[in-house]
């Protein structure tokens, strides 16, 4: 029989945030503790988990903000310290930390296309792919070496990772934040299989299109009006819209959620108004 309502309560549970500053892992920081758990938020910006934190503990729920560089390994450890004295060992960790770079941007999405002065394949500045990839796989694994230590030990856990739709096919323009994105999903199987024998699970989501401060200079004219690239976006999603944010909360509550999930490890779950499945006729 099953045991209804069907609802997500993490009651008890410690989840680890990071990237939390931003709004999309802050918002999952957010529905974390709205579903009971004691959630640490991770952001190498101090204030914004901080003003996070203060924000959801008026509301009733259990929040502390942690400042953290994810690329920094003594960082993280002593932050992990501060958690196991705040709240206890790790139950959740979600990588949240990532992000593209305009330095490893291209401003043509062909080669032949190419115009003077605008910055081709050929321009890309290798100190900005070279942070990007540190930033999104490095700044997955590092966190990751730390906080499954705790679900090691305890033989349970999930990790949560953040691939992207160019994980599956390569987005023009962001070759680096492409390959860094296939990297990501790669090593949630890596994962997924590693910890296979002491009871973590490991999967990631992989969000569509969604309208950010990161990308909105790709997708929208100063004045507001949609670029070409975002016509092509929504001429190639079934849907024909961007994902909202909150779109990704179902998706992350149900892998991380034990009850519903016991079953799931090594996926990439895409939210993605239906684009991964469209061939375009």
């Avoid at 914004?48 to 942690?66: D, P």
């Avoid at 966190?143 to 705790?150: L, S, W, Y």
């Avoid at 070759?175 to 009871?199: D, M, R, V």
């Avoid at 092509?232 to 999930?261: Q, W, Y």
């Amino acid at each position: 029989m099953l045991n209804l309502p069907l609802t997500h309560d993490f009651t008890g549970k410690v989840v680890v945030v990071t990237g939390a500053g931003g709004v999309l892992c802050g918002d999952m920081a957010r529905a974390y503790a709205q579903a009971g758990a004691k959630v640490a938020a991770l952001d190498l910006n101090e204030a914004a988990v901080l003003k996070l934190a203060e924000e959801v503990t008026a509301e009733g729920f259990i929040m502390k903000g942690y400042k953290a560089n994810v690329l920094e390994l003594e960082v993280l450890e002593a932050v992990h310290q501060q958690i196991l004295a705040d709240f206890g060992p790790c139950d959740i960790l979600v990588n949240g930390a990532g992000g593209n770079n305009p330095r490893a941007t291209t401003d043509n999405e062909y080669q032949h296309e190419a115009k003077e002065g605008q910055k081709t394949f050929f321009d890309l500045d290798q100190s900005g792919i070279d942070f990007l990839f540190k930033l999104n796989f490095q700044g997955t694994l590092l966190p990751t070496q730390v906080f499954a230590k705790d679900m090691v030990e305890r033989k349970s856990g999930n990790i949560l990772n953040i691939s992207s739709m160019n994980a599956y096919i390569p987005l023009t323009k962001i070759p680096a934040y492409s390959g860094a994105k296939a990297a990501i999903s790669n090593f949630t199987q890596w994962l997924a299989t590693h910890f296979a024998g002491t009871g973590i699970r490991c999967n990631a989501i992989a969000p569509g299109f969604i309208v950010s401060n990161q990308n909105r200079a790709l997708l929208f004219n100063e004045d507001g009006t949609p670029t070409a690239r975002t016509a092509k976006i929504l001429a190639g999603t079934p849907s024909g819209r961007f994902v909202d944010s909150n779109e990704l909360l179902g998706g992350m509550l149900f892998l991380t959620d034990d009850k519903f999930a016991s079953a799931v490890t090594g996926v990439i779950l895409p939210i993605d108004c239906g684009f991964a499945a469209y061939s375009g006729v």
